[in-house]
């Protein structure tokens, strides 16, 4: 299929020094979406978004935890997990979710578009919990037969409690994106900040839109950013975490 547009169009950076954040346009013009680099805190619904964007635009998606994380929750070793998402990368549309900073660079080299799933931490946390529990009670495989352990919905360890991950790291991933959009180095990239289900709602609706236009791309609609803003071993390992 062709691609469609997205349309950054405001952002914020982190001023030096400090916690407040200056607002500033990061992504002002219009560009053609066909790589989508999806990333956000766990629990906060990008690996939801990704399947849906993915299939409204009709091309493949890569959950880069269903790669890392193998059979027994071994990593993946470093330069196999390179590859991989590498040969995956080389595609010319695609949409990959989560946040591996092993491998970004490959796929920011690629992307054109980073959707950030950035809700606020409180709507994160009632997402993951429902989320977890659901998975512990059904026995839901996760990837490569791994599933969530009971014993780690109790345990401190950030490294080893998903719930504990994303507490933890939600500012931390807030700071990292918003100095990633505000990056030279990024450019090349258009960032949608989606803070709500509403933002994802409209960034699907008009994905779709596109995707019933592709026969005619002049008739294709801008996608502008919802509310713009600025844009290792072990279950809990998630680095950069999947979803």
Do not use: C
């Not at 299929?1 to 346009?25: L, S, T």
């Not at 959707?115 to 026995?139: E, F, K, N, S, Y």
């Not at 998903?162 to 990633?180: E, G, Q, S, V």
């Not at 002049?218 to 071993?233: E, I, K, Q, T, W």
Request: no cysteine; hydrophobic share 40%.
């Amino acid at each position: 299929m062709g691609p469609w547009r997205a349309e950054g169009r405001g952002g914020r950076r982190a001023v030096a020094g400090g916690n407040e954040f200056a607002a500033r346009p990061v992504v002002a013009d219009t560009v053609w979406v066909q790589r989508i680099s999806v990333v956000g805190n766990s629990g906060s619904g990008k690996t939801t978004l990704a399947r849906s964007l993915a299939a409204a635009i009709g091309v493949p998606r890569l959950e880069l935890d269903s790669v890392f994380h193998q059979p027994g929750w071994e990593p993946l070793d470093g330069e196999e997990f390179r590859r991989t998402v590498s040969a995956f990368a080389s595609g010319e549309a695609w949409v990959t979710d989560g946040n591996y900073s092993a491998v970004q660079d490959i796929i920011w080299a690629r992307a054109d578009t980073v959707i950030w799933v950035d809700p606020p931490r409180h709507r994160v946390m009632r997402q993951l919990l429902a989320r977890t529990l659901r998975r512990m009670a059904t026995g839901q495989e996760l990837w490569n037969g791994n599933r969530e352990q009971w014993t780690n919905l109790f345990r401190l360890d950030p490294e080893r409690s998903i719930l504990r991950w994303a507490w933890t790291n939600h500012h931390r991933y807030r700071a990292r994106y918003l100095l990633a959009q505000a990056d030279p180095a990024n450019g090349h990239l258009a960032f949608v900040r989606v803070r709500t289900p509403a933002d994802a709602e409209e960034l699907l609706d008009r994905a779709a839109a596109a995707a019933e236009a592709r026969t005619n791309p002049a008739s294709v609609p801008a996608l502008p950013a919802p509310a713009a803003r600025a844009a290792a071993p072990g279950p809990s390992a998630r680095d950069g975490s999947g979803d």
